[in-house]
Nanobody
């Protein structure tokens, strides 16, 4: 059975940093693309960013570009999201996702694996 577990969320002030982690167990995802989505209260889930299997290619939503950075450690089956200069509008539940197909990591895509989410709250 595959488990996807996010960690690292919390309550911070605007301008602070957080690093989220996503670890997959039950299968190797070294050939999978991985990504993050987020959902704020009363809003639709939105794409945050994704990273290809090797870590050599990334894509970010415009709202987080230049503030958030993705990386991964395939030996640990883990992906990281470094979030800097956090803003109150970054407040959301952050979900990790993994899929063999890069293009499927998008809102509405058919994604193989999801985590349960981790709360990030940024106070002003």
């Amino acid at each position: 059975q595959v488990h996807v577990v996010e960690s690292g969320g919390g309550l911070v002030q605007a301008g602070d940093s957080l690093r989220l982690s996503c670890t997959v167990s039950g299968r190797t995802v070294r050939t999978y693309a991985m990504g993050w989505f987020r959902q704020a209260p009363g809003k639709e889930r939105e794409f945050v960013g994704k990273i290809n299997w090797s870590g050599g290619t990334t894509s970010y939503a415009d709202s987080v570009k230049d503030r958030f950075t993705l990386s991964r450690d395939n030996a640990k089956n883990t992906m990281y999201l470094q979030m800097n200069r956090l803003k109150p509008e970054d407040t959301a539940v952050y979900y990790c996702a993994a899929d063999p197909t890069w293009v499927d990591l998008r809102v509405g895509g058919t994604i193989d694996y999801w985590g349960q989410g981790t709360q990030v709250t940024v106070s002003s």
